[in-house]
């Protein structure tokens, strides 16, 4: 480790900036020791090769985050960073190269042509540079907000981390294309929350629900799926906790995890581990969809509020749980053995309160749809308050955790709770949703939901890929919108979502047909997704389709379970009317005391490039 | 004059603002003499009691305005800044007031309530403080755009200068409440362009158009028209230049005054002098409506571009001119005389081209409306490629002036010109427009308009005081959108302006009616204005005409004359597609050096308070 030196100076004049003054940023010398691990509480490899690992801390008083990047057998250098959806264009990164002669590192973006400019702000802000048998590790910190225009803002929810390799050394970054690279991307919750571990019982017990000696199939994307059984006469019990259980070697590859318990109804599941697609999987699989847990890579132990358990066993409850492992193997390795699974911690001493699943959101069905070619279109679930009314507790429900979740397109989902008309606070919401990464996540605080509130859950979506409009429904290629949120005491209301009224929606097809020249098919035995296919996307059909869903009253699913309707006229309800609107937050921009320098800082990685 | 002392750290500490460190802002001790008024090009009397007068200069480089605010008669302090509007609520402010001991000079800014606060940054800089015979004068200095996020932003267009007298010692700044105050108002355009003087050529005449010895009528509002005529068989000229001619001691109550041409064809214009909406007037009063010449307050002498003029006189042209002046008189003097007007500068040496004027944006027909209780609804008129290709000369026109116009509900207007499907430069742009401000404006770029090339005039219109729909028409409550745009060389382009397709119109009348459970009037004899009138103007009724107005073919008009067209086919004409919009100009904020404190400073201002 080696603290820059006045070299610093021609190391930014060789790289064209010219900076009239600067300052050399302080390393902090640690000598000799790598931070321990417990300072860096989450930790996720990056690349499937196992090049590349993260660990990080995050502090909420300070509103920054400590990486720790750990790189084996270095090349010419790295470049790690996020962006929006997990391109290497128009990303915020860090980059560490050498020109063969000297090491540098600097905080950089790339444009959307993919050339790497070093930013006039340096945020990143390098702590540390050791080399250790293990590889070389990188300590540095970052703001959540830095003010500087071309920086990410780091938010709640999903963040797509990307990074490279170097392979060769550079006179100068901005020798750097990334189209050039090959791009990496790790999805993560970089903020997680902050809860301290609530205390588990004295008489805790714990189940391995796990795949056992699977052999991985060598192609990109695999869901296994897994059947297995609770003990016969297994009585009720509380799961508590949950915490995954990965095949050592096997971190980069398994991607996410979810217990689904079959349906109470049936009798017996047959036995079965497999692809989930596979031809040979029973029928019967299909009813075992009422989840459990759910892990998803970069997660921790879940743990249930401490007044709190999720029931399983018993009567009334099936004895057969599916268990759902998504390998995802770009490098199509083959031959690769695996057993992980979920460990289930779980008691006898039953907590105060049944902890439960509610769906909000959008109902499945082909009467909302996005029309095709949109970059941004929002649809819009409700749960009424006349719902929340006839179906919650008076003293309210909490929740605790949250599931987003769409198909391919979804990009954003959020939901919130309004109280008299007005917006009061976000329940989740993620800026950068990705359908291929959905967690259970902890609320950052506790939400609680009083009779008459609503929860309006709006999900945006991208259809740029799409030649005709993409309808609501159960099928990969149509869409969802939906939050399963988890809370406690457990009520009878399992689902508490919408759709637009059908008779409104049938005289938007006649108004389509009206306003033009082509023939768009109306007749009434037409199907709903046949209607939508036939509708010319023009500006006015796209716009009037937004404003029917900001208009029409709703079709009202408020259901004790999918099929069984609380009593009560549902349909043709008024759109819940809110009058003031929650603002997104904007980033409190400290007042720059000094404008940091525009230069990297030259860095001793060692002789281990090339 | 005193220099701030060490004591304004107790002012500081005496307004409760807990500022640890802080620097007193220099302020520039001019010995002895009241800036030059060459320096400040521009003046305003902002009172109609003339206790308050405004001189300023800008500096584009520096991107900054010096103020020179004259106090006649100080009391307890002055209150001067801008707001959107000319509210004195939600105002950028600098304030001088008295402790009765004391006087203090600060930044502030009122929030929506009134409640007046020092703000975090001082961004008005004061440089000199002095007693004059004349009154007490502040010379201080503020940047267009400082980045603090309860400033204004000073843009081009029109800025609502916003004042009031303060007559009671205080406190504290935060004792003010402007809901306590007599809000002063004063329209200006502060950002004058920094064009020139084009020279004037030797022959130069002057022909002053004013109405004699009016005696000013003790009304707040009054239009006063006057007749007059060129001498017989005037011949042809070129006005190169003019400028107000203001009665002295009635520079506050002569608001704007025009010049219109009589219509060629009228033979015989009977003389008149007196208030435009008398009933003793000639009704062919009405045919004088040409724009020869126009001002308004704080307007200066207005030149035409060195190679071209506004041909007057001669045959074909009406040797009868009708001279409006708008009195605006809220402290309703009595028995004032007036002879304001303006003096035209001609000239025999014919300049190279004619300039000529051109409507640009909306026909005036019902058929636009914006619905009511809208805060921002927005109208947009096309002058087509179509039209440019066929009516301008191919070497295009070169457009130097604008004038903005709308009726009550105008609240912001913009030009735009396009080529090939993406907007290219802004015509004339303002955001804080107001219908009782109607300038003239030389542009600060000369706009080249060539054939093919599209022209696109929006206004944004603010109708919450109304019930019903307002429709596009002559009527003062009906609605315009047009942009007078002074250009050379003149063509027989006279009006490039559109309107929705009637029929397209007449569809949505009756989609309103299948929408709603409401009768609505669709039946083919109602008048458009009516079927306006019986529209339910619930959201969905709202945004399906906003996207009809986005979708919609056009009628066209591209006029000879206001009836005569060109020929072609003009109805049901293509809306431009615009592929790339301009965006609205990010501030750059300058990067801070060192946090501004947020105290007010001492000034002295002499014996003369209270």
Redesign the interface.
């Known amino acids: 480790m080696q603290v820059p030196s006045p070299n610093a100076r021609e190391a930014a004049s060789m790289y064209g900036t010219a900076v009239a003054i600067f300052l050399v940023i302080l390393v902090a010398a640690l000598q000799g020791s790598v931070p321990p691990k417990t300072l860096f509480p989450y930790h996720i490899p990056l690349d499937p090769e196992g090049a590349l690992e993260l660990s990080w801390n995050v502090s909420y008083i300070q509103k920054n985050i400590h990486f720790l990047l750990l790189v084996h057998g270095l090349q010419a250098g790295v470049l790690f960073g996020m962006s929006d959806r997990g391109e290497l264009e128009g990303a915020d990164l860090v980059v560490l190269w050498t020109d063969g002669d000297r090491a540098y590192f600097g905080d950089a973006w790339s444009d959307n042509k993919g050339q790497i400019h070093l930013d006039t702000q340096q945020d990143y802000q390098l702590l540390q540079v050791q080399r250790t048998p293990g590889g070389l590790t990188l300590l540095f910190k970052r703001p959540f907000v830095t003010c500087d225009p071309k920086d990410y803002v780091i938010e709640d929810g999903t963040v797509h981390l990307v990074f490279a390799i170097l392979e060769e050394p550079l006179r100068s970054l901005e020798d750097i294309n990334t189209a050039r690279l090959k791009p990496g991307l790790q999805r993560v919750q970089l903020l997680k929350p902050n809860i301290s571990t609530p205390a588990l019982p004295p008489d805790i017990l714990t189940m391995d629900v796990r795949a056992p000696n699977v052999v991985i199939p060598g192609v990109e994307t695999t869901y296994w799926c897994y059947i297995t059984e609770l003990p016969k006469g297994f009585p009720r019990h509380h799961i508590v906790m949950y915490e995954p259980i990965v095949t050592e070697g096997n971190e980069a590859l398994v991607h996410h995890m979810e217990i689904f318990q079959c349906a109470a109804e049936l009798d017996r599941v047959p036995s079965f581990s497999g692809p989930c697609d596979s031809k040979m999987k029973p029928d019967r699989l299909n009813f075992c969809r009422h989840v459990l847990a759910a892990w998803a890579l970069g997660a921790k132990a879940f743990y249930y509020p401490e007044e709190a358990g999720l029931a399983f066993g018993g009567p009334g409850s099936s004895r057969f749980l599916r268990l759902e492992v998504h390998y995802h193997n770009p490098l199509k390795i083959r031959d690769r053995r695996d057993s992980s699974g979920i460990r289930l911690y779980y008691t006898a001493m039953m907590r105060r309160f049944d902890a439960g699943i509610m769906e909000l959101g959008l109902v499945y069905t082909p009467v909302m749809a996005i029309p095709p070619q949109e970059t941004s279109f929002i649809l819009t679930g409700y749960c009424t308050d006349k719902c929340t009314q006839l179906a919650l507790p008076p003293t309210g429900i909490h929740i605790f955790a949250s599931q987003l979740h769409t198909h391919l397109t979804g990009r954003k989902v959020v939901t919130v709770l309004a109280r008299d008309g007005q917006e009061k606070e976000v329940v989740n919401r993620d800026n950068h949703y990705s359908p291929h990464f959905q967690e259970i996540r902890m609320l950052k605080k506790i939400i609680t939901v009083h009779p008459g509130d609503v929860l309006i859950t709006s999900c945006t979506y991208n259809t740029q890929d799409r030649k005709l409009a993409t309808v609501g429904g159960f099928g990969i290629l149509e869409e969802m919108c939906v939050n399963y949120v988890h809370y406690y005491p457990q009520t009878q209301l399992e689902l508490c979502k919408s759709a637009v009224d059908p008779g409104?929606l049938q005289?938007y097809f006649?108004?389509a047909n009206?306003?033009n020249s082509e023939e768009v098919c109306t007749c009434p035995q037409a199907s709903v997704p046949e209607q939508f296919a036939s509708v010319p996307w023009?500006?006015?059909n796209r716009?009037?389709l937004?404003?029917?869903y900001?208009?029409?009253p709703l079709s009202m699913h408020c259901n004790k379970s999918s099929a069984v309707r609380f009593p009560g006229e549902w349909e043709l309800q008024p759109l819940p009317k809110i009058v003031t609107k929650l603002e997104e937050p904007v980033p409190q921009c400290p007042?720059?005391?000094?404008?940091q320098p525009a230069a990297p800082i030259e860095v001793s990685i060692g002789g281990n490039r090339g």
């Open positions: 409104f005289k006649h108004l009206r306003f023009n500006s006015f716009d009037v937004r404003a029917l900001a208009f029409a007042v720059i005391q000094g404008q």
